[in-house]
């Protein structure tokens, strides 16, 4: 068979380079990319009576196509050009996924794993396993945004969202488009409600766990008392402000306390050990204390009327309303921070980060570790004052999901996003031929 190509090396050629001693040595060289096409002819054998794999096995495929796209374009396309149409769409060091188990790298996904995806049918976010996973080595990609959010795609990268179709009536009609059709008329669908999780506690459970984690304290003290290992738990909190509320909330998930005032106005909640106990007995990750426990994935497992309740009780204890009627929690980073940003994306809104800012009434500025996060319920970034840049080459990947879309995060920016075909849309390959959008489709068709 002869090269494909000057600049592909074969054989001697390779083992030249390597200096490989072949009177002592066998080198056994392996095309990684070939051998994906050839067990996917083996798979397509019995449909197509072999003739994937005679174009893998006795050709070029990339030639092939070239050819058949040269057909449909009226052009001479090379096989270099024909090898790029298929690509993926988010770049691998800087995109994580929302799973079951909390927020993964490209790495640690695979094929059947749960992740986050919208339904554009029923209006909520769904766990759906990934039907596919593609990838492609240095592609360009765009870095789009504003002053609130920023994310990076390849230029035929699919979301979801709407389309205005009239300035007078503001008529929108919801449908994919890519990162190159941003037009100030469409919407990004950035969060929607989420489905819960089957951990079976309360709401009035959940928001005792609140509590416990803003505005509260609880240690194990890892020795047994008639064969239960002691506990101690306490809410402690302004007398003035939500004492009624953690009475209500503790009562409702039946648990017992005593309250013990302070000088400073101050009520100290000290729950019912035995009590207390059988509420982290409910829990599936042990005994461990406050800063052990895993509440990211905490919050994946409740049910949506618990999830809204653990964070409402957080918001109580550790936020604030604006004058402009917002509502924030301020928190350090971490874990629990981690947890506050999940909770209140899968309540679908959007957890908007602002590094600086004056944490309620007692006027300091956060310019470390603590950030405040605003609880914005506008679900849809508008496209109007979006920048769009090509900002680099990029290791790119995307998913397949039975609901053409899933749950992306860049930096601490989390958005909806849609499935990349697994192949060019007509825009792409027109503007990398230099051919008319019709022709480009014509070149997909073939």
Known sequence: MPKPSDKVLLGKEMRGLLGVDTT????????????????????????????????????????????????AAGKEVSRGDGKPITYACLPKDTTTVLTRDGWKEFKDLCVGTDVLTYNTEKGVSEWKPIQHIVEFDNQPVIEMGNSHFKFESTADHRWFGDRRTGRKTKRYVQEFFTTED???????????????????????????????????????????????????????????????????????????????????????????SKDIRKLFD????????????????LVLMLSQPARAAWLEAFY?????????????????????????????????????????????KTGYTNKGIC??????????????????????????????????????????????????LYGAQSPKIASMLDVPKEIGQKVIDA
């Open 371 to 420: 950030k405040n996060i605003r609880l914005s319920s506008r679900k849809f970034l508008t496209c109007q004052r979006l920048t769009k840049n090509v900002s680099r080459s990029a290791d790119v990947f995307c998913l397949t999901t039975e609901n053409s879309t899933f749950v992306a995060r860049q930096g601490g920016h989390i958005t909806i996003t849609g499935n990349c």
């Open 316 to 360: 109580l204890a550790e936020g604030w309303t604006d004058r402009g009627g917002n509502k924030i929690i301020c928190q350090n980073e971490g874990e629990y921070l981690e947890a506050v940003r999940l909770a209140i994306y899968l309540e679908g809104m959007v957890p908007v980060q602002h590094n600086h800012g004056k944490h309620g």
């Open 182 to 272: 941003f037009k100030g008329e469409r919407r990004i669908l950035r969060s929607a409600v989420a489905e819960g999780g089957g951990l079976g506690i309360s709401p009035e459970e959940a928001g005792v766990l609140g509590w416990l984690v803003a505005d509260g304290y609880f240690h194990w003290s890892g020795f047994k008392r008639n064969k239960e290992e002691g506990i101690t738990a306490r809410i402690v909190q302004c007398e003035k402000k939500y004492t009624k509320e953690i009475r209500q909330t503790l009562a409702g998930a039946n648990i017992s306390w005593s309250e013990h005032y302070s000088s400073d106005d101050r009520v100290d909640f000290l729950l019912c």
């Open 282 to 297: 409910k829990l599936p990750f042990g005994r461990v204390n406050k800063d052990e426990l895993p509440w990211t994935k």
């Open 24 to 71: 002592k040595y066998y080198e056994v060289g392996i095309d990684g990319s070939n051998l994906e096409q050839l067990i996917g002819a083996w798979g397509a054998y019995e449909f197509d009576d072999g003739l994937y794999y005679r174009t893998v096995s006795q050709g070029d495929a990339h030639a092939v196509n070239a050819k058949a796209y040269s057909v």
